[in-house]
């Protein structure tokens, strides 16, 4: 593109300076032409006037006066009624067959004189040559600052393009974070602002995908830890009937569940479900997900209880809920110790559930940033109270940290019709 830029500059300016220089060539030869003529014209006039006095004086033409002053010259001088006088320094006789170029000017003097003089053609050409080098040089003068021009124009168009062909590139290559560099061309910054745009959209959809993963196997990793017990316990019990069908029930329940979890996660991924709120009764949920989770406190050797005002009722979607107290309680069976409580409050303008344990609390320097994602303050992912909030965020609800001894966290939830109705009385 460089080299087609510079051709067809200097194409344009080759032809430029040819339209523009051979008219002035020509006009300047003319006008060095016809000054030449004017000058030798004023000359023969000049010597006419002098002959008419030499005449009127002396009664004679003084040839060597002419041949010293004008020593360039060849003049010949015709008196009224006499003959005519050869002088002046030009040696070339201009009647001569063999005579060189010369210039010719014809008057006649105030006396009757009839006045010719000649010159030789050599200082015109010089003077016409002089003034064509002139021009000349000015045309490739033009040409060489046209050919600069063009280049300094085409580094300034064509780096541009070299630029955004290696933030393409490095975009193809995997490299998203946005290019940002401007050019000052209008068509070279959308194309580099479409770019960046891109790199972004990329960047975000990455981002979604890795985030989609990592929520996927962390909410699912519980649900699969308590169906993984309940078909233990099956398979331990198998010769009795009893308790294969209740932990069977339990295990289809927890299928139930891993279907609700991965609905809810393919619909949060597309962007294209909001989630649909209504009224939950927080003792049910809170009662199901307890039954999941004692065997596993049991194993251990700790306990999980229930505290707190029953009967309330808030706005929120069932299968989140229980997502958010999984995560919850998992990192206060992971990170704390002792006892985990589960207490139900009623606070008037919100459903509160707070999940606490006995541990030693957590760092104060982590606190400011415990709900970022990959921070935490034992061997966990640093995913689950990040994607808790999230959850919590996206249907209207919020997670928070209350205090570090005992670890408490709560949820806070919009009171549903049963709660308001209590707290405000009859309508």
């Known amino acids: 593109m460089r080299r087609r830029m510079l051709f067809s500059t200097l194409v344009v300016a080759i032809v430029a300076v040819l339209l523009l220089g051979l008219p002035l060539g020509a006009l300047t030869y003319q006008q060095v032409n016809n000054a030449n003529i004017d000058q030798l014209q004023r000359e023969a006039e000049i010597i006419g006037t002098e002959v008419d006095t030499q005449l009127m004086r002396e009664g004679r033409v003084d040839a060597a006066y002419f041949a010293k002053v004008y020593p360039q010259r060849h003049i010949q001088i015709t008196p009224s009624g006499s003959s005519t006088v050869v002088t002046g320094g030009w040696e070339y006789d201009p009647h001569a067959s063999d005579a060189p170029a010369a210039l010719n000017a014809t008057v006649v003097s105030a006396g009757g004189a009839s006045i010719s003089v000649w010159r030789d053609t050599r200082g015109v050409r010089e003077e016409i040559i ?80 890795r985030h989609f993963a990592t929520d996927a196997s962390h909410q699912l990793r519980t649900p699969l830890t308590a169906l993984s017990m309940r078909l233990e316990e099956i398979i331990a019990e198998a010769d009795k009937p009893d308790v294969v069908r209740e932990e069977g029930e339990a295990a289809l329940a927890q299928t139930e569940r891993l279907v609700d979890i991965v609905e809810s996660l393919l619909g949060r991924a597309r962007r294209t479900q909001n989630p649909k709120l209504e009224p939950v009764a927080i003792d049910d949920v809170i009662e199901q997900f307890m039954e999941e989770w004692r065997p596993v406190f049991t194993q251990a050797g700790r306990k999980i ?37 589960v207490r139900r409050v009623e606070t008037g303008q919100s459903v509160r559930i707070e999940v606490s344990d006995e541990g030693e609390g957590i760092p104060e320097d982590l606190v400011p940033r415990i709900f970022e994602r990959e921070v935490t303050s034992g061997n966990g992912t640093g995913l689950g109270l990040a994607l808790a909030r999230h959850i919590a965020e996206s249907e209207g609800a919020r997670v928070e940290f209350i205090q570090s001894k005992p670890t408490t966290f709560a949820l806070f939830l919009p009171p549903g019709r049963a709660t308001l109705a209590r707290t405000t009385g009859p309508a």
């Open 130 to 209: 002089s003034a064509w080098l002139g021009i000349a040089s000015l045309s490739l003068l033009a040409i060489g600052v046209a050919v600069g021009l063009a280049i300094l124009q085409a580094r300034r168009l064509t780096l541009p393009l070299v630029d955004l062909a290696a933030a393409a590139e490095r975009l193809g290559s995997g490299f998203i974070s946005p290019w940002g560099h401007r050019y000052g061309i209008p068509e070279a910054d959308a194309v580099a602002e479409v770019l960046d745009r891109s790199a972004e959209r990329i960047a975000s959809l990455i981002s979604t995908e």
């Open 305 to 341: 209880q229930l505290a707190g005002q029953p009967g309330l009722t808030a706005m929120t979607v069932p299968t989140d809920l229980a997502q958010i107290l999984a995560t919850l309680v998992e990192n206060a069976f992971k990170h704390g110790a002792g006892t985990v409580t």
